[in-house]
């Protein structure tokens, strides 16, 4: 209602209440006592009036509120849902970068040197990827499979001695030079096991589990084969096994 309304008829009142107080007609006079009781009476109907205008005032004030509220919710929730398809396209496109890296790797010398630093990319395109609304991951670990099954002493290093003790080391000149194979091994073992534990702490883990936990024990299994004997190559049985599970 508008306050100009509410005004006007308070005014009304008023006058009448100032009209009575004065108005005297004959042959029916108004007494004291009954202009007074008049005025009153019209006072307590404008401040009725006023007190209900204020409740109903309250009362549709508590309905803005809650529809700004409403509203507010609304927005919030759209804003959220905006920022979650951002989140997943971001996702996305790392997932992207990641593997386009991993296959340009790859391709882009003889397998055996390049296979490990393509299965790192592969390995940390999982990051993302279980951030998107993937559900189909065997062709990302079949390519980690293939990466695996390719690894063998050339991955590491392109010369190496066996000493007295039975360790092997790096006998060709660069960073790794003097090192062992299983010190270099580790090392490149680290960014991995890294991207591991974020991977395996990740609320969507469980997309991956049961699979990532095969392939990886494969990774560990064949760095560790390679670093106790890197002369020793897999056999195609062994390869087979690696590549295409049970």
Not at 47 to 68: M, P, S, T
Not at 104 to 109: A, E, G
């Amino acid at each position: 209602m508008k306050q100009w309304m509410i005004n006007l008829v308070l005014l009304l009142f008023s006058i009448a209440a100032i009209l009575f107080s004065l108005l005297k007609i004959t042959p029916f006079e108004i007494t004291g006592d009954t202009y007074i009781g008049t005025i009153v009476s019209l006072l307590s109907l404008a401040a009725a009036f006023a007190i209900g205008y204020q409740i109903y005032n309250a009362i549709e004030f508590k309905n803005e509120i809650e529809n700004q509220r409403k509203k507010y919710n609304e927005i919030v929730k759209r804003n959220e849902e905006i920022e979650s398809k951002l989140k997943c396209q971001e996702y996305a496109m790392q997932e992207g970068f990641d593997i386009i890296s991993s296959l340009m790797t790859y391709n882009s010398k003889q397998s055996d040197f390049v296979c490990g630093i393509a299965f790192q990319d592969m390995h940390r395109a999982l990051l993302s990827s279980i951030e998107t609304e993937r559900t189909d991951y065997d062709w990302i670990f079949g390519w980690m499979r293939k990466f695996i099954s390719e690894m063998n002493s050339l991955t590491f290093t392109s010369g190496y001695a066996k000493l007295s003790d039975g360790s092997y080391h790096i006998n060709v000149p660069g960073n790794n030079y003097d090192k062992t194979i299983l010190e270099v091994i580790d090392e490149f073992a680290k960014p991995i096991k890294k991207d591991e534990k974020l991977i395996r702490s990740n609320k969507n883990f469980c997309k991956i589990q049961l699979e990532y936990n095969r392939v990886m024990k494969l990774f560990y299994k064949r760095l560790s084969d390679i670093a106790q004997n890197p002369m020793k190559q897999l056999t195609a049985e062994e390869i087979d096994r690696i590549i295409n599970p049970m």
